[in-house]
């Protein structure tokens, strides 16, 4: 069994998400904490937001107003989240980005060139996408009582937001409201990208390109968090 790839990269990527976990945590928890809207667990539960956040990425995914509590999220709406990311337009169009990307810089799975490496290169992203999705959303999220969703800090200086942005990589709210570790990102990103190795050529499956896409999937993350603090409506501190 240790023999497999895959799984020897899931281990190698569960040890270094635990290390990481363990380091940034402690960072992010030592940090300045702003003021934000808290998760009401005694609120109704309110459907997914039909909006989208500079007209490409699906806005259900952020909490937009930093000063309205807002409910939990159930478990169904969780995997909601998942699947019409997936089955978003957006998706194709990330997909084939990234592709553009692997293809145009060779980074990734060494498919070779031309169209069919090109075909290869979307076809490997898109189903790399679909499984981050499904467990940094969906899965892990219901397995640690975690909220998914991304808390726009929105207003204040732009180191303290882009720190906030930062932050959020690491920590996140529980179903329940309170600050936790966030555990999807963390261990879902290692997951699925060792599962990618499932269907990427022999010849790109080592641990140092298995952990660099790791440290690229935390990066493309950070980078949308960003797009979502900075993408979304302007929000002002409500007086008493």
């Known amino acids: 069994m240790s023999s497999c790839p895959a799984f020897s990269s899931l281990l190698n ?3 270094a998400s635990r290390a990481a976990l363990a380091l940034w945590s ?15 667990p005694t609120l109704p539960e309110a459907p997914l937001p039909h909006s989208r956040v500079l007209l490409l990425f699906p806005g259900y995914e952020t909490v937009q107003d930093p000063y ?9 709406q969780k995997f909601e ?7 978003d337009p957006s998706f194709l169009i990330e997909a084939a980005l990234f592709a553009g990307y692997d293809q145009a810089t060779s980074y990734g799975p060494q498919y070779g060139s031309g169209a069919g490496a090109y075909a290869q290169r979307f076809g490997y992203n ?4 679909a499984t981050t999705f499904l467990f940094t959303d969906a899965v892990l999220p219901t397995v640690f009582h975690q909220d998914p969703r991304y808390f726009r800090k929105g207003t204040g200086s732009l180191g303290s937001r882009v720190w906030w942005a930062l932050r959020s990589e690491v920590v996140t709210y529980s179903d329940q409201g309170a600050e936790m ?19 990427s050529p022999p010849n790109s499956i080592t641990f140092g390109k298995t952990m660099e896409r790791y440290g690229v999937k935390e990066g493309v993350s950070f980078g949308l968090n960003l797009l979502r603090e900075f993408g979304g409506n302007s929000t002002k501190k409500h007086r008493k």
Do not use: C, E, H, W
């Open 68 to 76: 309205t509590p807002v409910a939990t999220l159930r478990t169904r």
């Open 81 to 87: 989240m998942a699947y019409r990311k997936t089955v």
């Open 126 to 129: 898109a189903a790399n996408l």
């Open 13 to 15: 990527l569960l040890r």
């Open 26 to 40: 402690i960072l992010a928890f030592a940090g300045p904490v702003f003021g934000q809207a808290k998760i009401d």
């Open 181 to 199: 570790p966030n555990y999807a990102n963390l261990i879902g990103f290692g997951m699925s990208t060792a599962l990618s190795n499932a269907y």
